[in-house]
Every structure is written in C-alpha cells, then in structure tokens.
C-alpha cells in the first residue's frame, strides 16, 4: 500500500531537549516536503526536499532542520524545542514536485507539544 | 505573493441540507486551485482540482467546486451533506509562473471545520 508514515503520533517534550520526528515513504518520490498546522493559520510549509541530498527552506524553517540522506526518509530535526513550536506536523511527498497535477501524499501527522 | 482566503472558519450545517464553503485567491497570474479534506486524526487528501478547461470541477464524495476568474472565488459545494462529510477542509492554490525544474509552491487557506448535524 502507497503510504507516507510519520513517526511519533505523539510527542511531549521540554524545552530546548533534542527531538527527531521520522518520516518515510515507500513510492519511490522524489519530493517531500514538511508542514506544521495551526489554529487559524493552515498549513505552513517548513522545508522541502526534491531529490536525495536537496533541501530547500520553506516558509517558516527558523527552528527547524531537516536531512535527505536517502530517497524515502526525511526525518525533522528540533535541535533546541520551544513551547512556540507546539504543532500538528505533516510530512507529504509527491513524485517530482514540479508539476501542477501531480497528487500529493500526507502522513497522519504528528502533534507535537514543547512545555 | 500568491494567498488563499477562507472567510469561515467554522461551518455548522444539518445533515442532507446543502453546503457552500467560501475559497478566494489572490494573484494576477494563472492559477491551479484545489481543495483538499482533513478527516480526524489524518492527514490530508485531496478532493478535487481546477487546472484549466471547463470552470465546474466535480470532485470525491459528491462534492464539486466553482471557479470563477472575475471574482477570484473557487467556492466548494455539496447539494446534501452526510455526518461522515464532517472534517476540515483547506483551499489551496499554485501560481505561474513556474520555472521548469523549481518547485511548485503550494499554499493553503486556514482552513473551514465543517460539521454535519444530525
């Protein structure tokens, strides 16, 4: 079955603790992307990848990073957590990233809540 | 800079009654308009797409949407809403111009929790 999975569903951390939240695809796309959701604001694109060691900031990376290694993980990296980092995350992937019509696949996402 | 506006953030209907849930743009080129639908506890899938051709878009679920060029709308409707109808759901829109190879920018609007009442 075609699937983004993300890893934790949950998460509760404190401030400024390490966190890694795992994202995997299994069909083979080029494009992957990271999202955080909002009360009010939507979806806000983090940082995005289209290929294998390509990364690229989005609209709100302060805070973030984010690594592609290899071509069905990009795992989101929160070196120092703050309270104003907590989220409902969203990893997606799509097969290039470049065409209009190309259908986007999200994870379930992950909440995430920094104290 | 290309936007998305979605004046309603809630949307309490009763169920079979009909929906429209608003969706304006903003941008001075071509647009690729879509909406996409949050059930609880998932991520999101898309609903359906306006690229180019005929201005009425039917979509999953017996949902269709409208766009309109003169008023910069893309309004999504359904003519008899079902309680599982009950999710979130986002307007999106890409603009051109697009550089061969670059990334297509997707942005989503804040969102409408629509909720289906029995």
């Known amino acids: 079955e075609a699937q983004v999975t993300q890893n934790p569903r949950y998460l509760i951390t404190v401030t400024g603790k390490k966190l890694t939240v795992t994202c995997s695809q299994n069909?083979?796309?080029?494009?992957m992307s990271w999202y955080r959701q909002d009360p009010g604001l939507g979806l806000r694109q983090i940082y995005y990848?289209?290929?294998?060691?390509?990364?690229d900031k989005g609209d709100v990376p302060e805070g973030y990073k984010v690594s592609r290694k290899e071509k069905r993980n990009f795992p989101l990296i929160l070196e120092s957590p703050s309270p104003n980092q907590t989220s409902l995350y969203f990893c997606?992937?799509?097969?290039?990233?470049?065409?209009?019509?190309?259908?986007?696949?999200f994870g379930s996402g992950t909440q995430l809540s920094v104290l | 800079a290309q936007s998305v506006t979605q004046l309603d953030s809630q949307v309490p209907v009763f169920e079979e009654a009909p929906v429209e849930l608003r969706c304006n743009y903003s941008?001075?080129?071509?647009?690729?308009l879509f909406w996409y639908v949050q059930y609880p506890n998932q991520g999101l899938q898309l609903l359906l797409k306006?690229?180019?051709?005929?201005?009425l878009v039917k979509g999953i679920n017996g949902f269709e949407a409208e766009f309109n060029k003169s008023q910069t709308s893309f309004h999504l409707r359904k003519p008899s809403v079902h309680i599982s109808d009950t999710a979130e759901y986002f307007c999106?829109?890409?603009?051109?111009?697009?550089?061969?190879?670059?990334?297509?920018?997707?942005?989503f609007g804040s969102g409408t929790q629509l909720t289906v009442l029995p």
């Open positions: 990848s289209m290929n294998v060691e390509v990364t």
């Open positions: 999106a829109v890409i603009t051109e111009p697009l550089s061969s190879g670059s990334a297509r920018q997707l942005t």
């Open positions: 306006y690229l180019s051709g005929s201005t």
């Open positions: 997606a992937s799509s097969m290039t990233g470049t065409a209009t019509n190309e259908k986007l696949f």
């Open positions: 069909m083979n796309h080029e494009y």
């Open positions: 941008s001075s080129v071509s647009v690729y």
